[in-house]
């Protein structure tokens, strides 16, 4: 399986942008880019997905760069209920096993007031 | 919906003893799975179901684990017996199999301290 890879820890201050990277350089032209947060004593939730084109929802902005490589998760405008941890994820399209995919350690992000 | 639901959320037991762990996933989703989650080991997944069926269990850690989905509305993942090294938050998750992406909806897990 591809993998990715996160920094551990990022921080931010309320109400400002935030962009959480990652890097997926063995990333196949099947794998969807995922993205799933887990808030303190909750279980993970998904936020976003893409494979080539960037991505915008209720929740955040995914971008994904040109040669699929690395991807950034962009929260436009953060609050302190952002504050969580992120696991970017790879999925193959079409692929019954894809939700078996491993979640990594994931980027702890801090918001500060 | 209500969500994926699991029961009970917490659960405090002695060396030894048998724990059954509940989840009834998301009606009209056909896949579920069992996550383990623990600050050394991180998020790690047990085995998943699909059409209550058992399609990879290569991540139970020994016989100690089972599983099993009698229905599409439930499934018991069981401990016996039980180690203080099963200490642990459990997720049951659930999703439907869409060929373009695979979203998975999690329950708030169970928080299991084995003593």
């Known amino acids: 399986d591809a993998k990715t890879t996160q920094p551990n820890s990022m921080e931010s201050n309320e109400e400002e942008p935030v962009h959480l990277p990652c890097n997926h350089s063995t990333i196949s032209g099947t794998d969807y880019i995922h993205w799933y947060r887990q808030l303190p004593s909750q279980g993970p939730e998904y936020v976003i997905h893409g494979l080539t084109s960037n991505v915008n929802n209720r929740m955040a902005s995914l971008a994904i760069a040109e040669d699929r490589k690395s991807s950034t998760l962009i929260l436009h405008r953060a609050t302190l209920r952002d504050a969580a941890v992120y696991y970017c994820?790879?999925?193959?399209?079409?692929?019954?096993?894809?939700?078996?995919?491993?979640f990594g350690d994931g980027t702890t992000l801090t918001v500060k007031p | 919906d209500a969500g994926v639901i699991q029961s009970p959320r917490h659960e405090v037991t002695e060396m030894g003893q048998e724990v059954t762990l509940r989840c009834k996933p998301i009606s009209g989703h056909d896949y579920l799975f069992w996550y383990r989650q623990t600050m050394m080991r991180g998020l790690e997944l047990l085995i998943y179901?699909?059409?209550?069926?058992?399609?990879?269990d290569s991540g139970m850690p020994e016989d100690r684990f089972s599983a099993k989905m009698p229905n599409a509305s439930f499934s018991t993942l069981k401990i016996q017996p039980s180690e203080p090294r099963d200490s642990a938050v459990y997720f049951c998750a659930s999703s439907f199999f869409e060929p373009t992406m695979v979203v998975q909806y999690f329950g708030p897990g169970t928080r299991l301290l084995v003593l």
């Open positions: 994820i790879l999925r193959v399209k079409g692929n019954t096993n894809a939700g078996k995919s491993t």
């Open positions: 179901f699909n059409n209550n069926v058992p399609i990879d």
